[in-house]
T-cell receptor, first 115, second 112 residues
Framework: NAGVTQTPKFQVLKTGQSMTLQCAQDMNHEYMSWYRQDPGMGLRLIHYSVGAGITDQGEVPNGYNVSRSTTEDFPLRLLSAAPSQTSVYFC??????????????FGSGTRLTVV | GNSVTQMEGPVTLSEEAFLTINCTYTATGYPSLFWYVQYPGEGLQLLLKATKADDKGSNKGFEATYRKETTSFHLEKGSVQVSDSAVYFCAPYSGGYQKVTFGTGTKLQVIP
């Protein structure tokens, strides 16, 4: 099925560990982004990319790195996990906004707990 | 950037009741509006959009009404079902490379 695939669905990390959250889309979307969802705070943008080789920071980028080597993949890296990064992470994609914005396609999320 | 305020939930309704969820925004110009729905344990799904003032988007019995004079928009459904229980997010978008701003979400609980 076409869409956005996120892995893993659940993850428990110890403080200081590193990991990569994977995101892949097969819709040839130029734009990809990562959000975190926390109770009472809605969705907050972490990083985004408008195309392969181009990334930029969102509103809460600290503690996270991204890269975009292909159109399909946009992994999110936590270099040294902290309890404050306990959250649900969503990857979203869309066509380039310059074509007009028609809404995002979201992945099913990764629930991360840092202990 | 835009700021968005959604009505707080949870909103609890009986089946077949009328639903209204409000959302107000501050933005430059007149944005397009998007409503997303998140069912328990899932990611957000695009529910509907309206792309111009006084336009009504509609999907699955839901309608979005956009009032530019009050910079607000509303999600409505005439008769809710238990399966509509979810969290609803509004998200205005002002065009170009501007980022989409999401509201904090309104939780809807529909009881039989």
């Amino acid at each position: 099925n076409a869409g956005v695939t996120q892995t893993p669905k659940f993850q428990v990390l110890k403080t200081g560990q590193s990991m990569t959250l994977q995101c892949a889309q097969d819709m040839n979307h130029e734009y990809m982004s990562w959000y975190r969802q926390d109770p009472g705070m809605g969705l907050r943008l972490i990083h985004y990319s408008v195309g392969a080789g181009i990334t930029d920071q969102g509103e809460v980028p600290n503690g996270y790195n991204v890269s975009r080597s292909t159109t399909e993949d946009f992994p999110l890296r936590l270099l040294s996990a902290a309890p404050s990064q306990t959250s649900v992470y969503f990857c979203a994609s869309s066509y380039s906004k310059i074509r007009g914005h028609y809404g995002y396609t979201f992945g099913s999320g990764t629930r991360l707990t840092v202990v | 950037g835009n700021s968005v305020t959604q009505m707080e939930g949870p909103v609890t309704l009986s089946e077949e009741a009328f639903l209204t969820i409000n959302c107000t925004y501050t933005a430059t110009g007149y944005p397009s509006l998007f409503w997303y729905v998140q069912y328990p344990g899932e990611g957000l799904q695009l529910l509907l959009k309206a792309t111009k003032a006084d336009d009504k988007g509609s999907n699955k019995g839901f309608e979005a009404t956009y009032r530019k004079e009050t910079t607000s928009f509303h999600l409505e459904k005439g008769s809710v079902q238990v399966s509509d229980s979810a969290v609803y997010f509004c998200a205005p978008y002002s065009g170009g490379y501007q980022k989409v701003t999401f509201g904090t979400g309104t939780k809807l609980q529909v009881i039989p």
